[in-house]
Nanobody, 117 residues
Framework: QVQLVESGGGLVQAGGSLRLSCTAS??????????MSWYRQTPGKQRELVAT???????EYADSVKGRFSISRASVRNTVFLQMNALKPEDTAIYFC?????????WGQGTQVTVSS
């Protein structure tokens, strides 16, 4: 069984910060993970790519979060973080972690982030 488990979501006031974590375990082999990403989704909308970090530590961000969010990884490839600062109500969503290998994408169950105005 492949498990990607997100944590760190919650309720925060606008302007506040949260740090999301994602840890992968199971059949995902460390050296097979090419990239890990964070997506988010609100009801009735498709999942939106928020941030990606590749195996060479290159990062990319959605325009809507540039300058506010930062993706990073631990010393092992199966753990990724998303530091979210200056949160806005429009950041409210379920945030999902993705581990991408050569052949497959693996998703976590998501963690709820709610930003109050």
């Amino acid at each position: 069984q492949v498990q990607l488990v997100e944590s760190g979501g919650g309720l925060v006031q606008a302007g506040g910060s949260l740090r999301l974590s994602c840890t992968a375990s199971g059949s995902i082999e460390l050296f097979s993970i090419n990239a890990m990403s964070w997506y988010r989704q609100t009801p009735g909308k498709q999942r939106e790519l928020v941030a990606t970090i590749t195996r060479d530590d290159s990062t990319e961000y959605a325009d809507s979060v540039k300058g506010r969010f930062s993706i990073s990884r631990a010393s092992v490839r199966n753990t990724v973080f998303l530091q979210m600062n200056a949160l806005k109500p429009e950041d409210t969503a379920i945030y999902f972690c993705l581990g991408a290998t050569r052949n497959s994408d693996y998703w976590g169950q998501g963690t709820q982030v709610t930003v109050s105005s």
